[in-house]
T-cell receptor, first 112, second 114 residues
């Protein structure tokens, strides 16, 4: 079975540019999560969706970050404009009701 | 809010040795999850614990849900080089039935010398 699929795997861009990260959850999972991982802060939950509806976005750092889930098989996390401090590994995870989360392999983002 | 403390922060051991790491919380949990992250990959679930006192094994890995519900332990027996990685504990952000939002420890980094 296909796991959570994220793209791109790596992204290097200049400060001020728009960045879009993409995620395809596991088929049949109804919850989707976006995380950011850094050495200093570990894994931080940014936002999660349940049945395509954003439930908790309290972890989104600021208005430069936005996330959408237009359907059950696709989600995006967008940063506009990007800043060097946004450099991190961004993970998408999905789960079904009351089941543990399954993670993608992440997008390593570097903002120069 | 709730916090998770993992220890040790890192370990460097010889192949064949047993490993023990733990996680403590500032409040009671009703679920404990243990994940492993290999370099360049996302965390992968190793063991899930749902009941105080529960002891669960997955191959050479054994995890226990502490009786106080504020701690959990993960043991690895007879370590091998592929055990290298970062081990994370995680638990629900609140115990009000919302098992979707998790909080995470900062991880235990394990290195195994062949």
């Amino acid at each position: 079975d296909a796991g959570v699929i994220q793209s791109p795997r790596h992204e290097v861009t200049e400060m001020g540019q728009e960045v879009t990260l993409r995620c395809k959850p596991i088929s049949g999972h109804n919850s989707l999560f976006w995380y950011r991982q850094t050495m200093m802060r570990g894994l931080e939950l940014l936002i999660y969706f349940n049945n395509n509806v954003p439930i908790d976005d309290s972890g989104m750092p600021e208005d430069r970050f936005s996330a959408k889930m237009p359907n059950a098989s696709f989600s995006t996390l967008k940063i506009q404009p990007s800043e060097p401090r946004d450099s991190a590994v961004y993970f998408c995870a999905s789960s079904s009701v009351n089941q543990p989360q399954h993670f993608g392999d992440g997008t390593r983002l570097s903002i120069l | 809010g709730q916090q998770l403390n993992q220890s040790p922060q890192s370990m460097f051991i010889q192949e064949g040795e047993d490993v023990s790491m733990n996680c403590t919380s500032s409040s009671i949990f009703n679920t404990w999850l243990w994940y492993k992250q290999d370099p360049g990959e996302g965390p992968v679930l190793l063991i899930a614990l749902y009941k105080a006192g529960e002891l669960t094994s997955n191959g050479r890995l054994t995890a226990q849900f502490g009786i106080t519900r504020k701690d959990s332990f993960l043991n690895i027996s007879a370590s091998i080089p592929s055990d290298v990685g970062i081990y994370f504990c995680a638990g629900p952000y609140d115990n009000a039935g919302n098992n979707r939002k998790l909080i995470w420890g900062l991880g235990t980094s394990l290195a195994v010398n062949p």
